[in-house]
């Protein structure tokens, strides 16, 4: 009985010896896993590192990158813009003064207009680049229509309706079936026109007009302005229209013969006499002589007319 309490702390010493030396040898056997296992987690993290600092990288030269083409595209953007406004420069605007007179041109004025235009190009190459849309006729002739109302009689307004009459059924059946593309190219052949006329019209010595067939004028020669005072700014740098320029009785003559040879093939020259009418409203006793020029689709394009006084 008394040799049973003094064995228990043996074994229990034993016992405690085997677990150590059991624990030891577990702890150096799972030790070189343990290491490779850390290792392997510092590699991983070298190797993340490494990949965000090539992804860092990556991504700074391109953002750079992207800012070297902005740069340049943006440098592009202002040299066309640059060369376009030095291609296309806005010509001076051409103010019309109210005049004191009784006369027609003195009220001219009152009339709602557009805004100011540009002059035709002055080269082939500008014709073709930057005519891209068809020119607005509708609103010539509506123009027309409250221009005859608020200043000519009624006489002298049904006789151009009269005239207007005339024409336009040929007019709608030639151009009903164009298309868009189609008016686009009349439009750059009448600019392309201008441009031919603006050098023939140099050479010559005769007062000389070109418009539209709405009346709208498009080109004027230096003795035009000399021989009825309007300058070049005022009758095309903003829309100014030929019967304008003429007193009533002329003007209604001129839409009757123009009705008449407009789309009539044996002769499309027209000669007759006018009054002309200055800024300060002086009158001009002229000869007048206009010839119609059509275009592709046998539509009348631009119209020619040339002016001599008459002197007595």
Known sequence: MLSSPSATPDASSATMGAMATS????????????????LSLVENWQRQGALEAMANSLQGNTSHHLQQLQQQQLHRQQQQQSLQQQQNPM?????????????????????????????????????YANTKQPFNYTEGFHYLLR???????????????????????????????L???????????????????????SFSGTPTVVWRRTGEIALVGKE????????????????????????????VEYWEKFSTHAFENTEQTVMTTCILLSPTNRVVPC??????????????????????????
Not at 106 to 127: D, H, Q
Not at 161 to 177: E, G, K, Q, V, W
């Open 23 to 38: 624990a030891t040898s577990t702890s150096s056997s799972s030790s070189p896993s343990r290491l490779s296992s850390d």
């Open 91 to 127: 010509q001076a605007d051409g103010h019309r003064g109210s005049t004191t007179g009784t006369g027609m041109m003195s009220s001219v004025g009152t009339v709602s207009r557009g805004n100011k235009r540009k002059f035709p190009s002055n080269t082939p190459e500008n014709v």
């Open 147 to 177: 221009y005859v109302r608020e200043r000519m009689d009624k006489e002298e307004m049904m006789r151009i309706c009269r005239a207007m009459a005339m024409f336009r059924p040929s007019f709608i059946a030639l151009i009903m079936n």
């Open 179 to 201: 298309t868009p593309e189609d008016l686009v190219f009349m439009e750059t052949c009448f600019q392309r026109t201008i441009l031919e006329f603006e050098k023939l019209i």
């Open 224 to 251: 035009f302005s000399l021989l009825t005072q309007w300058s070049r700014d005022q009758l095309v740098g903003k829309k100014t229209y030929i019967y304008e320029l003429m007193d009533h009785q002329s003007a």
């Open 287 to 312: 000869t007048f002589c206009f010839t119609i020029k059509r275009d592709i689709f046998d539509i009348p394009l631009a119209i020619v007319g040339n002016f001599l006084p008459i002197l007595s």
